[in-house]
């Protein structure tokens, strides 16, 4: 059964850092795309950031380039988001989410397997 764990989720205030993790267990998605996605209340689950196996290819939301860092760890069948100047616009439920494909998707529809998500607070 494959399983991805969020972690590191919490509150903060504005300009703070967070770091989410995503372990995969259930099998290896060291070839295959992993993302993160988020959901704030009243709102649909809107893309975040997204990473190639091998790394190599990564995209970003407007809305966070340049303070969303996404990393992976093959070895240890994780992703990670290092998130930095946090804005109260980012809290949210923050969702990890892995393809069983090799191409990179920004679209929550190509992504078969999810986490459970990791709440993200961020006052003003």
């Known amino acids: 059964q494959v399983q991805l764990v969020e972690s590191g989720g919490g509150s903060v205030q504005a300009g703070g850092s967070l770091r989410l993790s995503c372990e995969a267990s259930?099998?290896?998605?060291?070839?295959?795309?992993m993302g993160w996605f988020r959901q704030a209340p009243g709102k649909e689950r809107e893309f975040v950031s997204a990473?190639?196996?091998?790394?190599?290819?990564?995209y970003y939301a407007d809305s966070v380039k340049g303070r969303f860092t996404i990393s992976r760890d093959n070895a240890k069948n994780t992703v990670y988001l290092q998130m930095n100047s946090l804005k109260p616009e980012d809290t949210a439920v923050y969702y990890c989410?892995?393809?069983?494909?090799?191409?990179?998707?920004?679209?929550?529809?190509?992504?078969?397997?999810w986490g459970q998500g990791t709440q993200v607070t961020v006052s003003s």
């Open positions: 990473i190639s196996w091998s790394g190599g290819s990564i």
């Open positions: 989410a892995a393809s069983v494909s090799i191409a990179v998707f920004t679209t929550s529809n190509r992504y078969n397997y």
């Open positions: 259930g099998r290896t998605f060291s070839r295959n795309a």
